[in-house]
């Protein structure tokens, strides 16, 4: 439960693609220009992954260092369906024709849901039934301090029973009333059935029946050594496509071949109950290094039936059009922003200082840097409320800059609450927590000095923090950069404690900020509620506490009103550093692949809409 705003990198990108046998076919063609409509039974599908951003796990229930879009939504979402489909025709809302359950019902004062499931089927001829969802919630209560999305005192700390009622029904009881329409975007949607034939603890284990009452998940020491167990499997990359486990799958995929540097192919799972079923025969992922190299491919007119066009290379729009290439901006709902540690124990006093993070914030030309890095296909974030795509959550607050860029304005505010210029950087001469001394925490001597971490091969990224760099250093702070991909800035930047050797991570930025899925109602539970699993930077304020729980029992005209008063404190406060965020990817899609657009605003792609013509 919470607002989930899943981490991505995938902003306008790019990448090295490692194309050993990518060859495409001729109805897999993207270079194709034909007029024709006749739609093309089979074909193989190209789709260029973001750079240096592979599917690194597979198991549903997924830790804080693995969460990504890429996974969730390019990847597991394919093969092991959440209990209910978000994204409708491009829209941000639900999609109940696409869901394995209907609508959910409320009762007892908002304090009863109960779900009905549609009895679709697995890919071992299992009904993906109510017990499917007790073994979730089984695994979820057993262990979940280990699922990224999980907030203390939030889901599921706050069902206080659920069951199976029939084989297909599904109850919870709520420790008290919330709004319907926020625990179904923001708990129900984290609901993910689970096929009993992963419910043991090893691989020799026997499969136990919906009624045996031995089964492994029954009990909390059972759940966690099952969770253990496909834990360990999902960490096994080289056998994703081997492992038995990973072939049970209620999706409209099935996974047959997957390389550790993160190509993925794909055939349509036979036995898939929706609607509609994939027409192409083949869906490969394809995975690159570099925006460059993905560009080198693209621009070819071969092997990428769906990728990107890198921010730097949009001055070759025309010419890749000529290829056979439709250019459709991808827009997702969500905000981009810089983690900044708060439990560092040397730089952590520091940023727990709201001037200070006044003057970073400064420091960030977010209206220039859409311009000259983004060619405009970008959107400043001045809160974690969406103003993109259009939406009827955001406030004025939200829309308009706090903190206008000045480099001067920042050193003015550093020199004023104890800072001295030393030798280019500003260093602390007058501790204490006085109005005009540096801080609680922050000694004598101690210099504007800081590691920031950012997402490698992706041009647009390393120009943003160059030139944040330069803004720093005309205000006296200095950051020192390093890259790494995707997955490493993730793992970096956890959220930690200060004795742990992890903790000494400082900045980071891994190039996408946050999108609300699985929790798809942008209220602020699971990234800036204390003790947040995915409260990266660990940020802690009792009054925004207060004003994120407001906004899940809130109704009516109180809701919006709620939110406005969280997106506004946050927009002032500066829990992280905002940044501009991207249309998430400048996508090119072969004029011959049909179905691909409109592009879900929750990152979600869906291969088995698409088809090809001749």
């Known amino acids: 439960m919470r607002s989930s705003w899943i ?3 995938a902003i306008s990108a790019a990448s090295v693609m490692l194309l050993a046998a990518c060859g495409s076919t001729a109805s897999s063609s993207s270079s194709s220009t034909s007029s024709s409509t006749t739609k093309v039974q ?4 190209y789709f260029a992954e973001q750079p240096l951003s592979p599917p690194t796990y597979i198991f549903p229930l997924m ?4 969460e990504s879009n890429v996974n969730l939504y390019e990847f597991d979402n394919l093969m092991f369906r959440n209990l209910y489909f978000f994204g409708k025709n491009g829209k941000a809302e639900i999609n109940y024709s696409q869901s394995l359950a209907d609508a959910p019902v409320y009762s007892n004062g908002d304090k009863t849901v109960t779900i009905q499931l549609k009895g679709w089927k697995w890919s071992n001829g299992e009904t993906v039934d109510a017990r499917d969802l007790v073994f979730w919630m089984n695994l979820l209560e057993a262990n979940k301090t280990q699922w990224f999305d999980y907030v203390p005192g939030y889901f599921p700390d706050n069902v206080v029973s659920y069951k199976a009622t029939g084989p297909l029904t599904f109850v919870m009881q709520l420790n008290k009333a919330y709004s319907p329409s926020w625990f179904t975007y923001n708990e129900l949607s984290q609901l993910v059935p689970l ?4 419910d043991k603890t090893s691989a020799s284990a026997p499969t136990p029946s919906a009624t045996d009452p031995n089964a492994p998940d029954l009990t909390t020491a059972g759940a966690q050594a099952v969770y253990k167990f496909l834990n360990t499997a999902s960490t096994s990359l080289s056998t994703y496509a081997t492992n038995p486990l990973w072939q049970v799958v209620d999706g409209p995929w099935r996974l047959t071949s997957f390389t550790t540097e993160g190509k993925a192919v794909f055939v349509p799972n036979t036995k898939y109950s929706g609607s509609p079923k994939p027409t192409l025969s083949e869906f490969v992922e394809l995975p690159f290094t570099s925006d460059s190299s993905e560009f080198n491919v693209l621009s070819s007119g071969k092997s990428i ?3 990107y066009l890198p921010v730097s290379d949009l001055p070759q729009k025309s010419r890749v059009a000529s290829e056979g290439y439709s250019f459709a901006p991808w827009q997702i709902f969500g905000f981009n ?4 540690n708060y439990n560092n124990p040397t730089v952590g006093p520091i940023f727990k200082q709201l001037y200070v993070r006044q003057a970073l914030q400064e420091l960030v030309d977010q209206s220039q840097w859409v311009t000259t890095f983004l060619k405009g296909y970008g959107t400043p974030s001045y809160s974690p409320v ?12 939200s829309t308009t800059v706090q903190y206008p860029y000045s480099p001067t304005n920042a050193k003015k505010l550093l020199t004023s609450h104890g800072w001295k210029m030393v030798n280019g950087v500003m260093t602390c001469v007058t501790s204490g927590s006085g109005a005009n001394e540096c801080g609680t925490g922050i000694k004598s001597g101690q210099t504007m000095n800081f590691n920031l971490k950012y997402i490698s091969g992706l041009n647009s990224a390393t120009e943003e923090m160059t030139a944040f760099q330069s803004a720093a250093l005309q205000a006296g702070v200095k950051i020192n950069l390093s890259e790494a991909p995707f997955a490493g800035v993730i793992s970096y930047s956890a959220a930690c404690t200060p004795s742990q050797a992890a903790c000494s ?3 980071a930025n891994w190039g996408g900020g946050w999108s609300y899925s699985p929790d798809y109602y942008p209220s602020g539970e699971t990234l800036f509620a204390a003790g947040a699993s995915s409260n990266d930077g660990s940020y802690s304020s009792n009054e925004a506490n207060t004003l994120i729980a407001a906004t899940l029992t809130s109704s009516g005209t109180q809701a919006q009103a709620a939110l406005d008063a969280y997106q506004n404190y946050m927009a002032k406060q500066l829990p992280v550093i905002y940044q501009p965020d991207t249309d998430v990817q400048l996508s090119e899609i072969a004029s011959n692949l049909h179905g691909a657009t409109p592009q879900s605003p929750y990152e979600y792609i869906t291969p088995e809409d698409w088809y090809f013509t001749k």
């Open 7 to 9: 981490k991505f990198a």
């Open 42 to 45: 089979g074909g193989v599908a």
């Open 63 to 66: 830790n804080g260092a693995n």
């Open 195 to 198: 096929p009993l034939a992963w």
């Open 305 to 307: 039936s769906y990728g």
């Open 337 to 340: 922003y810089m983690p900044i």
């Open 386 to 397: 969406p103003t993109v795509p259009p939406n009827p959550f955001d406030d004025a607050v």
């Open 505 to 507: 991570w400082e900045m």
